[in-house]
């Protein structure tokens, strides 16, 4: 599975899906979250499925990350089968939405630790308080600008050892 740039959008090795990349770089959340509420609840695949509405390839599928996350609804009915409280229906659709923003992001920057960090950010953002969350931001930004401020720093120097040695050669 290998991923090509293609000027400044990625594009995918034919026959290759996000959800292919997705599972190669264990970024899927929503699958053992769904299979973890379920066994929790006691129930099989096959009753799980047969009482949600679905196939029971379906719903495997879904726990095995095959298929993309289903629509909320179908998530809150898996809650109600389940048995789950709130806690359940906040696991589950905050495993899809990390997953369907996931997504995106591979399109966007393909696998590579920009995913990763956004992945952690986002599982992270359920668990941390808004002060956590905002010293998290302005950790990131701070880190941003000290690094852009080290890029123009070494230009600078390049540029100077280059004028340097534009005199010396003279």
């Given at each position: 599975m290998t991923l090509t740039r293609a000027t400044q959008r990625w594009t995918w090795t034919?026959?290759?899906t996000i959800l292919d990349v997705m599972r190669s770089i264990k970024s899927l959340k929503f699958p053992s979250t769904l299979a973890a509420a379920r066994q929790a609840a006691g129930l099989?695949?096959?009753?799980?499925a047969m009482s949600i509405g679905v196939d029971q390839s379906y719903l495997c599928a879904l726990e095995k990350g095959r298929r993309p996350v289903p629509v909320d609804e179908l998530i809150l009915r898996a809650v109600e089968i389940f048995n789950g409280g709130p806690e359940t229906a906040e696991a589950l659709m905050r495993a899809a939405t990390h997953?369907?923003?996931?997504a995106v992001v591979l399109d966007l920057v393909g696998a590579r630790p920009a995913a990763n960090?956004?992945?952690?950010?986002?599982?992270a953002a359920g668990d941390l308080s808004e002060d956590e969350l905002e010293g998290l931001a302005e950790y990131l930004a701070a880190t941003h600008t000290a690094?852009?401020?080290?890029?123009?720093?070494?230009?600078?120097?390049?540029?100077?050892?280059?004028?340097?040695?534009?005199?010396?050669?003279?």
């Open positions: 034919p026959g290759v099989s695949q096959k009753t799980a997953d369907r923003v996931m960090v956004i992945s952690a950010a986002l599982m690094k852009k401020r080290l890029l123009t720093l070494a230009s600078k120097r390049n540029v100077a050892m280059a004028n340097e040695e534009d005199l010396i050669m003279r």
